[in-house]
T-cell receptor, first 110, second 114 residues
Framework: DVKVTQSSRYLVKRTGEKVFLECVQD?????MFWYRQDPGLGLRLIYF???????EKGDIPEGYSVSREKKERFSLILESASTNQTSMYLC?????????FGPGTRLLVL | DQQVKQNSPSLSVQEGRISILNCDYT??????FLWYKKYPAEGPTFLIS?????DKNEDGRFTVFLNKSAKHLSLHIVPSQPGDSAVYFC?????????????FGTGTRLTIIP
């Protein structure tokens, strides 16, 4: 079974704070993804990584950065959190053509 | 530009009847399609997928149909059960791009009425 874990289920942060969301996988998957999910907008890809230290922008990268120093760990960074970044953040890995998701982090920025 | 569209935001179906969820796409390069189910405060879980070389794939109560000429796919759930109440997302990819990047629809909230 593929296991994807995310560091927090719920987070409350203040505007302007730097926020780190971590994702860890327990298998040797190369591709990892960060999405946000908002009502009526579906899942939108923020960044993805296909190898250590490799990253590519997704559809909505503005306001975010990522880090992948080790294969099993992919971090999403909000450099200066804003209220419009309040959302559900989902990490995924791909195994073949199928992506498997972590449980999500619900982030509230006040 | 929404390349994958789910035009019904919500759907209510009686328990035991068939649920049909629809999805349209515009990008003719998409050749692999997936359906995910999502409960509140959880990550999406993979349900079923279909390659463009097929027009139907079945797994238990779930069947996905693909009409390439119409750029349309549908998910049939029969019989519908209360535990099927969730948000369903369809997703599409171009499998030969190598990055396994998915494009998701906006989701349909399915409610099964007991």
């Amino acid at each position: 079974d593929v296991k994807v874990t995310q560091s927090s289920r719920y987070l409350v942060k203040r505007t302007g704070e730097k926020v780190f969301l971590e994702c860890v996988q327990d298998m040797d998957h190369e591709n990892m993804f960060w999405y946000r999910q908002d009502p009526g907008l579906g899942l939108r890809l923020i960044y993805f990584s296909y190898d250590v230290k490799m990253k590519e922008k997704g559809d909505i990268p503005e306001g975010y950065s990522v880090s992948r120093e080790k294969k099993e760990r992919f971090s999403l960074i909000l450099e200066s959190a804003s209220t419009n970044q309040t959302s559900m953040y989902l990490c995924a890995i791909s195994s073949g053509e199928t992506q498997y998701f972590g449980p999500g982090t619900r982030l509230l920025v006040l | 530009d929404q390349q994958v569209k789910q035009n019904s935001p919500s759907l209510s179906v009686q328990e035991g009847r068939i649920s049909i969820l629809n999805c349209d796409y515009t990008n003719s390069m998409f050749d692999y399609f997936l359906w995910y189910k999502k409960y509140p405060a959880e990550g999406p879980t993979f349900l079923i997928s279909i390659s463009s070389i097929k027009d139907k794939n079945e797994d238990g109560r779930f069947t996905v149909f693909l009409n390439k000429s119409a750029k349309h796919l549908s998910l049939h759930i029969v019989p519908s059960q209360p535990g099927d109440s969730a948000v369903y997302f369809c997703a599409a990819m171009t499998s030969n791009f190598g990055n396994e990047k998915l494009t998701f629809g906006t989701g349909t909230r399915l409610t099964i009425i007991p």
